[in-house]
C-alpha cells in the first residue's frame, strides 16, 4: 500500500501563492510514474487540474490553472511540486496528489490507483 502525503497548503491571500508538496511514504520511487493532482470544492466534483508524466515530463493543466500553475519534480528527492499563483477565491479547496493515473493531453482520468489525504487550501485577506 502507496501512502502520498501532501504539503504547503494553508491561508493564502487573494492574488498570492502557493507551493504544494507530494511524496510517497516507504520510497515508492515516483520516477516511472504519473502524478495528479486534483482540487475538491465544496459543492462541486473533484476536479483534476495538473498531472505529470514523471518519466517523460509530459505535463498537463486543465483550464482553470493553466497559465499560472507550474507541475515539477524533484527526482533525486522523489517529490512532485505545484504551484499556483494569483490565486482567488475559486481556488479555495482540498488539493489532492494521487499516482497510477493517466496523463494524457486530454487531462487526467478519474481513476487513480493511490490517493493522499489531501491539504486543505483557503483563500482570504
Known amino acids: 500500500q502507496v501512502q502520498l502525503v501532501e504539503s504547503g497548503g494553508g491561508l493564502v491571500q487573494p492574488g498570492g501563492s502557493v507551493r504544494l508538496s507530494c511524496t510517497a511514504s516507504?520510497?515508492?520511487?515516483?520516477?516511472?510514474?504519473?502524478i495528479g493532482w486534483f482540487r475538491q470544492v465544496p459543492g462541486k466534483e473533484r476536479e483534476g487540474i495538473s498531472c505529470?508524466?514523471?518519466?517523460?515530463?509530459?505535463?498537463y493543466y486543465a483550464d482553470s490553472v493553466r497559465g499560472r500553475s507550474t507541475i515539477s519534480s524533484d527526482r533525486a528527492a522523489n517529490m512532485i511540486y505545484l504551484q499556483v499563483s494569483n490565486m482567488n477565491s475559486e481556488d479555495a479547496g482540498v488539493y489532492t496528489c494521487a499516482i497510477g493515473g493517466v496523463c494524457d493531453s486530454d487531462g487526467l482520468s478519474r481513476r487513480w490507483d493511490y490517493w493522499g489525504q489531501g491539504t486543505q487550501i483557503t483563500v482570504s485577506s
Open positions: 505529470i508524466r514523471n518519466n517523460n515530463g509530459f505535463t
Open positions: 516507504d520510497g515508492f520511487d515516483l520516477r516511472y510514474t504519473a
